[in-house]
């Protein structure tokens, strides 16, 4: 139960399973018309769409695997509701609980923690309203994380519904500057999605 998975060009989560294995999923954070069914000839599949493969997406054992070197890590994102997606998914994937993702103060950021420990920060240059958000605040004082653009965490987060319209309002808003090195490249395994249909 639970489980995130890619087909078909959506996230689904496992919502009916058993010993025998998934039975019934539904596009992840989406209503239940979205549902689908797993198994050819299940009950589900008389009524539901069947989805007959997909592909797991990697989980976090550890709250702690967002993070590096014991410090929180840092992504800053073109929009608001990516900034936020990418929060949920992050959460979303850690095995153990207690996670959970909140506003980060007055920041324009999204912080995936436990309510003691920050363990990823998720800054956006654009609101949900349009506006341009004030991340001067990441150059004023010393930071005890080193802010990354969007594009250097881990590849899954290209399967956000999102992704692409962000990326394309990115280059007409404002360019992106690089505010830092290499991203962490051993969190995850990262997914290539498969070529859109046509």
């Known amino acids: 139960m639970g489980a995130l998975f890619w087909a078909e060009g959506r996230i689904y989560q496992v919502i009916e399973a058993s010993t025998g294995g998934y039975h019934k999923a539904r596009e992840w954070r989406k209503s239940e018309s979205t549902d689908v069914a797993l198994v050819p000839g299940?009950?589900?599949?008389?009524?539901?769409?069947?989805?007959?493969?997909?592909?797991?997406?990697?989980?976090?054992?550890?709250?702690?695997?967002?993070?590096?070197?014991?410090?929180?890590?840092c992504f800053i994102f073109p929009t608001e509701a990516l900034a936020l997606d990418a929060a949920y998914l992050d959460v979303a994937l850690i095995i153990s609980p207690g996670a959970y993702v909140r506003n980060q103060g007055q920041e324009p950021a999204f912080a995936a923690t436990d309510g003691a420990h920050v363990f990823r920060l998720y800054y956006y240059r654009q609101s949900v309203n349009g506006r341009q958000t004030d991340l001067s605040a990441l150059?004023?004082?010393?930071?005890?994380?080193?802010?990354?653009?969007?594009?250097?965490?881990?590849?899954?987060?290209?399967?956000?519904?999102?992704?692409?319209?962000?990326?394309?309002?990115?280059?007409?808003t404002q360019t992106m500057r690089a505010v830092g090195a290499a991203a962490n490249e051993d969190t995850l395994p990262h997914i290539v999605p498969p070529p859109r249909e046509r």
Do not use: K
């Open 42 to 73: 299940s009950f589900p599949s008389r009524y539901l769409p069947l989805v007959r493969r997909g592909r797991v997406l990697p989980v976090y054992r550890s709250r702690l695997d967002l993070t590096r070197d014991d410090r929180a890590t």
């Open 139 to 172: 150059q004023a004082r010393p930071l005890p994380f080193r802010p990354q653009p969007h594009t250097e965490g881990p590849g899954y987060w290209c399967l956000l519904p999102g992704w692409m319209e962000s990326l394309a309002s990115q280059r007409t």
